[in-house]
């Protein structure tokens, strides 16, 4: 597709239940982030990886957050046993990489953790 | 202490009026400057990147950086209730693939008919 696309849209998840939110970025982008969006602040940083490797996963919260890339496209964060501090869009972004690094997002993945 | 402050507003302004919005920050490592255009329910999109401290201009986006005080601007003129949207600003110390973007919390702005 022309844009980065993200599934699902939106997710309802009872508290302790695990779930995994789908990215796929814009054919050809080497980086690829995760941010989280609570209701009404800005976006913040989870993990970033260039190709296939994670970088950087300085901004996840927990170790029940974990996200992969293994080939190097698709991306999913998967967030095990979810709390209701969970609740939140879940954002996807991808760029070229190099000097430019400008980032396009997807629509996100709105999760409510009742 | 939030890295980056940006009043969440909401902001109104009439249909025409010159908007102003603006973010402090306080980590004087960040170099490259963004503001970004999110509307309600979709993913923010770039409006305007800069670098050095001054103005940069984009049709009726002007984006102002002033590094010594630490303090970024973005002007909308003869706004249009199509630019009703939230407005984030974003800053990285770095540009190129693992620029991580440190944003303010967002400023809504809503511009009536």
């Known amino acids: 597709g022309a844009g980065v696309s993200q599934s699902p849209r939106y997710k309802v998840a009872k508290r302790g239940q695990d779930v995994a939110l789908r990215c796929d970025p814009i054919?050809?982008?080497?980086?690829l982030f995760w941010y989280q969006q609570a209701l009404g602040q800005g976006p913040e940083f989870l993990t970033y990886?260039?190709?296939?490797?994670?970088?950087?996963k300085s901004g996840l919260p927990s170790d029940r957050f974990f996200a992969e890339r293994p080939e190097g496209s698709v991306s999913t964060l998967k967030i095990q046993r979810t709390q209701q501090e969970d609740s939140a869009v879940y954002l996807c972004?991808?760029?070229?990489?190099?000097?430019?690094?400008?980032?396009?997002f997807g629509e996100g993945s709105r999760l409510t953790v009742l | 202490q939030k890295e980056v402050e940006q009043d969440p507003g909401p902001l109104s302004v009439p249909e025409g009026a010159i908007v102003s919005l603006n973010c402090t920050y306080s980590?004087?490592?960040?170099?490259?400057f963004m503001w970004y255009r999110q509307y309600s329910r979709k993913g923010p999109e770039l409006l305007m990147y800069?670098?050095?401290?001054g103005n940069k201009e984009d049709g009726r986006f002007t984006a102002q950086v002033d590094k010594s005080s630490k303090y970024i601007s973005l002007f909308i003129r003869d706004s249009q209730p199509s630019d009703s949207a939230t407005y984030l600003c974003?800053?990285?110390?770095?540009?190129?693939?693992?620029?991580?973007?440190?944003f303010g919390t967002g400023t809504q702005l809503k511009v009536e008919l």
């Open positions: 972004a991808s760029s070229l990489g190099g000097r430019t690094g400008e980032l396009f």
């Open positions: 054919s050809g982008h080497v980086s």
């Open positions: 990886f260039q190709n296939e490797a994670q970088l950087d």
């Open positions: 980590n004087s490592a960040f170099q490259y």
């Open positions: 800069t670098y050095s401290s």
């Open positions: 974003a800053m990285s110390p770095s540009t190129g693939g693992g620029n991580k973007l440190t």
